[in-house]
C-alpha cells in the first residue's frame, strides 16, 4: 500500500479565493507531480519535482503554482480560483533512485476534487 | 508527439467472462507502461507495470502483455466480478522525456461487470 496524502479530499470554494492543495508523502521518493484529471477526460501532468528546490511545469497549461521545500511535501497553490479551475487534482509520487530511466511504479493519491463556484 | 488510445471506452459483462483490454500508442519509444484502476471519486491504484524490455506481467487475475514493436498492451482479467467494476487506465512513460518520470494516460475503459 503506498503512502501518498492528499488533502482536503472534496473542496467547494468561491471565485477568487486562493486555495492550496496538500500533498505528502512517506516513502521517501524523489520525484513527485500534480496531475489534473476533468471528468471523463484524461489526465494530465501540470507539475513535476526531481527533488527538492525542484520544480517544473508539465505538459498541460496550469495558473497553479507548486513548491518542494521539504522531499514528502508538494503542495499545489491557486492564488485566485476561477470556476475553469474546477477539477480533479491528482498527486503521484516514484523512487528513480534505484533504476534510473526504466523507472518503478508511480503511485498515487486519492485524488482532491475542487469546485470553483 | 505520443498519442495514448483505450478501446473500447466502455465495457460491460456478465460476471465470470474473461475479457481484454486494450491500449495503443503511437510512438513506440517508451520506458514502461502502466496499467492503472480508477473507482469514481478516488485516485489512481497501480495494477502492473511493464518495463520495455518485458513481453508480460500478472498479478493475481490479471495479466498485461506489452508488443511496443506495434505499440499495443492488453490487460487481460481473468474470471470478471462485480468488484472489478472500475475505469482502467493504461499511461507510457516516454523516452526522452529525461528523468522526469512522467506519465501519458489514455483516457481510460470503464468496466461494469454485472452479478
Known amino acids: 500500500e503506498a503512502d501518498i496524502y492528499q488533502t482536503p479530499r472534496y473542496l467547494v470554494i468561491g471565485t477568487g479565493k486562493k486555495i492550496t492543495l496538500e500533498c505528502s508523502q512517506t516513502?521517501?521518493?524523489?520525484?513527485m507531480y500534480w496531475y489534473q484529471q476533468d471528468p471523463g477526460m484524461e489526465l494530465h501532468l501540470i507539475h513535476y519535482?526531481?527533488?527538492?528546490?525542484?520544480?517544473e511545469k508539465g505538459d498541460l497549461s496550469s495558473e497553479s503554482t507548486v513548491s518542494r521545500i521539504r522531499t514528502e511535501h508538494f503542495p499545489l497553490t491557486l492564488e485566485s480560483a476561477r470556476p475553469s479551475h474546477t477539477s480533479q487534482y491528482l498527486c503521484?509520487?516514484?523512487?528513480?533512485?534505484?533504476?534510473?530511466?526504466?523507472?518503478?511504479?508511480?503511485?498515487f493519491g486519492e485524488g482532491s476534487w475542487l469546485t470553483v463556484v | 508527439k505520443q498519442e495514448v488510445t483505450q478501446i473500447p471506452a466502455a465495457l460491460s459483462v456478465p460476471e465470470g467472462e474473461n475479457l481484454v483490454l486494450n491500449c495503443s500508442f503511437t510512438?513506440?519509444?517508451?520506458?514502461?507502461l502502466q496499467w492503472f484502476r480508477q473507482d469514481p471519486g478516488k485516485g489512481l491504484t497501480s495494477l502492473l507495470l511493464?518495463?520495455?524490455?518485458?513481453r508480460e506481467q500478472t498479478s493475481g487475475r490479471l495479466n498485461a502483455s506489452l508488443d511496443k514493436s506495434s505499440g499495443r498492451s492488453t490487460l487481460y482479467i481473468a474470471a470478471s466480478q462485480p468488484g472489478d467494476s472500475a475505469t482502467y487506465l493504461c499511461?507510457?512513460?516516454?523516452?526522452?522525456?529525461?528523468?522526469?518520470?512522467?506519465?501519458?494516460f489514455g483516457q481510460g475503459t470503464t468496466l461494469q461487470v454485472k452479478p
Open positions: 499511461a507510457v512513460r516516454q523516452m526522452g522525456s529525461g528523468n522526469t518520470g512522467k506519465l501519458i
Open positions: 503521484a509520487s516514484s523512487d528513480h533512485r534505484q533504476t534510473g530511466y526504466s523507472g518503478n511504479t508511480i503511485y
Open positions: 511493464i518495463q520495455s524490455s518485458q
Open positions: 519535482s526531481y527533488g527538492v528546490n525542484s520544480t
Open positions: 516513502m521517501g521518493h524523489d520525484k
Open positions: 510512438d513506440s519509444a517508451i520506458y514502461n
